[in-house]
C-alpha cells in the first residue's frame, strides 16, 4: 500500500537561501527539478527584523522566537506575505513552476489560534490547529505548487505570525496519510554540523538517541534544536523521510538523514 | 444563449474602503453577500505612499499614476499583496467567504508586460497581456472566491505594479464569455457626481456621448476619467453592466449605471 502513494516534498527554505537574491535563484532552480508533487515554505526572519528597524520597530525576541505586537505583525504580513511569497511565486513561474503563493488564510488551508500565554506573551503568534487538506491535494493533482510564508489565522478574522519551520512540518504530518512524504528543512550550512566551523562535518544520519547526547554535550545548540524537535514530530506523525540539509541536497539525499 | 450563462460579479474596492478598517469591515460583509460566482480587486495606493514616507522614499506620481522604481516595487508589493491583500482574505475567511488572495504572478492568472517607455518612464508599471481564464473559472466551480491586489508579473520574474481599475476591467472582459457578468468599481462616493459637493448628487446612468460632454465641460474630472475610461473598454468588450457606486450599492444596483 505505501509504495503506491504518490510522492510528496516539502521543502522548507530559510536563512540566507531567501534573503541573498542569487541563492534564492539557484535554490528555486533545484526546487523546480523535484518529481512529482511539492509544496515550499519560506521563511524570511531577519529580513522582517530589518525591515522593522527601518519602520522604527525595535524586534523582541525571546529565546530566539519574535514577539509580535500589532505593528510587528503588519510588518511580517508584508515582508512574508508580500515582498518573499510573491519575489518567489514570481521566480517559480519563470523557470517555470506554476507556484501559487500562499498564507493560512488563503483557502483556510492551515488555521491556528493565538499562542496562549504561559509564562511569556508571544503576542499575535500563531499554534497551529489544522490544515485543510483536501484543497491541497486538488492543487496538487492540477500540477499546482502552493508555496506557504509563514502566516496564519484563526479564522476570525486575525492573522497570526507562524514558525516557517513548524508550517513544514504540520503541512507533512497532515499530508502523510496521503502520500510518500519526504521533509526537508534546508538552510545555509549543509546539515547538521559537528564542528560549526567545518561545513562538510554533517551528520549523514541522527537518531532521536544521538540528538539527546549530542544536545547535552553542547554539539547541538540554539536553533537547531527546535528544529530538530519539529524532524522528530514529523518523524513520529508518520512522515517518510526527514532531512536538514542545503540547498544543493533539494532534490537528492546529502545532508543529514533524521531518524527516530 | 446569453441566460444560461452562470452569473459573475466583479467588484473593485478603493481608497477609503479599503483602508479605513470600519469601511473595509462593512464592505467585505456587503460583498460576501452576493450570490453566484465573485471576484474582489482591491487597491490600496494612498497607504502605499503612506508607507512609502515612513521608509523614507519619496512618492513620485505623473498625472495621478505612481512612478515604480525598484525600492517603490517592494513597497507596493509588500502593502498590495501582503498588508492588504492578506488581511481582506482573512476578514472574508471570518464571514465566512472562502477567500484566495492572488497577485498576477500566482497561477499565472495575470500576465503584463513593463510599460514600454514613450514620453514618461513610470519604471515596473504592467500593461496586462491576458488573463488565465481557465484556472479562474475552476476556483469560481470551486466556490473560492479569488482577492486581487495590483499586482501582476512579466513571466520573466519580474513583479509590475498594474493599476487596480485595469486589472478589474481586464478580468470582466476576460471571463465575459464565460459569464453573465457584472463589474462595479466602488469607492467613498455614491456614484459619478454631478456636483462633487453632494453626495446625492450622482448620475443614475450616464452614457458615452454624456461622458465626452461632461468631460469637456469639466463636471467629470481627474481620478473619475480613467475609471470611466476602464467602465467603457469593459461595456465596449461584452461586459454585460457595469456600475461606479458606493459600498452600500454592492449587492443592489444603485450608483452609477454606464452604458455605451
Known amino acids: 500500500m505505501k509504495n503506491q502513494k504518490p510522492s510528496l516534498s516539502i521543502i522548507?527554505?530559510?536563512?540566507?537561501?531567501?534573503?541573498?537574491?542569487?541563492n534564492l535563484k539557484s535554490t528555486l532552480e533545484q526546487f523546480a527539478k523535484i518529481k512529482g508533487s511539492k509544496i515550499l515554505v519560506h521563511g524570511g526572519g531577519k529580513s522582517a527584523t530589518a525591515w522593522s528597524e527601518k519602520l522604527g520597530l525595535t524586534p523582541k525576541m525571546i529565546e530566539g522566537r519574535r514577539v509580535t505586537d500589532l505593528a510587528t505583525l503588519d510588518v511580517v504580513t508584508m515582508v512574508y506575505a508580500g515582498l518573499y511569497n510573491k519575489k518567489i511565486v514570481s521566480m517559480l513561474q519563470a523557470i517555470p513552476c506554476n507556484a501559487l503563493g500562499l498564507t493560512g488564510a488563503d483557502l483556510n488551508s492551515i488555521q491556528s489560534h493565538k499562542r496562549i500565554v504561559k509564562d511569556i506573551d508571544y503576542g499575535f503568534a500563531g499554534d497551529i490547529d489544522f490544515v485543510e487538506t483536501s484543497i491541497l491535494q486538488q492543487l496538487l493533482n492540477n500540477d499546482v505548487t502552493p508555496v506557504f510564508c509563514a502566516i496564519t489565522h484563526d479564522k476570525n478574522g486575525q492573522?497570526?505570525?507562524?514558525n516557517a519551520d513548524t508550517i513544514a512540518s504540520e503541512l507533512a504530518v497532515a499530508l502523510a496519510p496521503f502520500y510518500k512524504t519526504t521533509l526537508k528543512f534546508c538552510f545555509e550550512k549543509n546539515g547538521v554540523l559537528k564542528n560549526p566551523e567545518d561545513d562538510n562535518s554533517f551528520f549523514e544520519?541522527?537518531?532521536?538517541?544521538?540528538?539527546?547526547?549530542y544536545k547535552h554535550i553542547g554539539i547541538i545548540s540554539e536553533g537547531m534544536i527546535p528544529k530538530m524537535d519539529n524532524a522528530f514530530f514529523a518523524l513520529k506523525n508518520k512522515v517518510d523521510e526527514v532531512f536538514i540539509c542545503g540547498s544543493k541536497a533539494i532534490h537528492d539525499?546529502?545532508?543529514t538523514l533524521i531518524q527516530l
Not at 12 to 22: F, M, P, R, S
Not at 159 to 162: E, F, R
Request: aromatic letters at 8%; a positive charge.
Open 12 to 22: 522548507k527554505i530559510g536563512g540566507k537561501l531567501v534573503e541573498d537574491e542569487q
Open 159 to 162: 492573522l497570526l505570525n507562524t
Open 205 to 213: 544520519k541522527i537518531n532521536f538517541k544521538d540528538f539527546q547526547k
Open 253 to 255: 539525499q546529502n545532508g
